[in-house]
């Protein structure tokens, strides 16, 4: 008998879209949506989500659309994965939203040629973590993640 919302925004095609297919903000509060202990302590001690890199061929265009998209302009930064050759960060409240273009061969670029612009990695933060960046935690087995990135950071 509960109503539950949130607000979306896609990005129109060709400004960066591929690279985020859209962003979602909740609405209702959490304690209408997420279901309380025992239901939301995980195996590994994660608490929620520190932060998603995302890859893209053309770095201006997608972080340009997402200047206007989240009212942000994002931050030159040194981009978490070696083989990237830059990267902007945004900060999103208590998250953050990287943004990678491949330099050379290596995993962006596979990443890219193989699905396109879109997630590259994730990254998670156990409970006792206030803070992740870009890159830093255990990757998990990418076999076990049904071939997903994503890493817990400490």
């Known amino acids: ?7 979306n925004a896609s990005l129109p095609p060709g400004r960066g879209r591929s690279a985020l297919p859209f962003l ?8 209408l949506r997420v279901a309380g202990p025992p239901a939301t302590e ?3 001690g994660v608490a929620g989500v520190a932060g998603l890199t995302v890859a893209t061929l053309d770095l201006t265009a997608t972080t340009t659309a997402l200047a ?3 009212g942000n302009d994002g931050e030159a930064i040194l981009p978490s994965e070696p ?5 902007t960060l ?17 995993p962006v670029a596979t990443r890219l ?5 879109g997630p590259f990695e994730l990254v998670l933060r156990r409970a006792t973590t206030d ?11 990418e076999g076990l993640a049904h071939g997903a990135r994503i890493r817990v950071a400490d």
Not at 83 to 87: Q, W
């Open 1 to 7: 008998g509960q109503r539950v919302e949130w607000r």
């Open 24 to 31: 979602i903000e909740d609405v209702t509060p959490r304690a």
């Open 42 to 44: 995980h195996a590994l």
């Open 68 to 70: 206007v998209a989240l």
């Open 83 to 87: 083989d990237a050759g830059r990267a």
């Open 90 to 106: 945004f900060h999103l409240g208590p998250h953050w939203l990287e943004v990678i273009q491949p330099a050379d061969a290596g």
């Open 113 to 117: 040629q193989t699905h396109g612009d």
């Open 131 to 141: 803070e992740a960046v870009p890159g830093v935690g255990d990757q998990l087995n």
